[in-house]
């Protein structure tokens, strides 16, 4: 779990989010439903820039398992988000993203707003669960493993 802004190292793969007045409930930030949409786009951005995988495509070999969101800091209209994301574990046939979602208020102050963790289920074209490609694990390993900046 991360604790404090020092933990975040480890994420080398970033997305950058516009809150839209939509993405805002009655209390005027970000409603909770709409991290699971933000969550979603860093995921997809990750499969894009790690992998090659093409948005448009929808063809893609895993679903989602479970999703736990611990929220920290409600994100108001105006503020500018990113997404900070790794995979924290690869296994046989399943894989988690860690995400850790940060804000900057008007002030330009950031702030930590929320931590996820969706699990991901390599499944086939049937939906039956599958052992993860050789090919993304190859690719997962070494992105994950290189010291460069963040892509954004």
């Not at 995979?87 to 993203?97: A, C, E, P, R, T």
């Amino acid at each position: 779990m991360i604790t404090n802004m020092n933990d975040w190292h480890d994420f080398k793969h970033q997305t950058s989010i516009h809150v839209r007045y939509d993405d805002l409930d009655t209390m005027g930030h970000v409603n909770n439903k709409t991290y699971l949409g933000y969550l979603e786009e860093a995921r997809i951005k990750y499969f894009e820039d790690v992998m090659g995988f093409e948005k448009g495509s929808l063809e893609f070999g895993a679903v989602v398992g479970r999703v736990d969101i611990s929220f920290r800091r409600p994100i108001f209209y105006g503020e500018q988000v990113r997404l900070l994301s790794r995979v924290s574990k690869l296994g046989n046939k399943s894989f988690d993203i860690a995400t850790v979602v940060v804000s900057r208020d008007r002030q330009g102050q950031d702030h930590f707003s929320a931590q996820a963790q969706v699990t991901l289920v390599s499944v086939d074209a049937q939906g039956r669960t599958v052992e993860i490609p050789q090919d993304f694990r190859a690719r997962v390993e070494a992105f994950e493993a290189q010291g460069r900046e963040a892509v954004s």
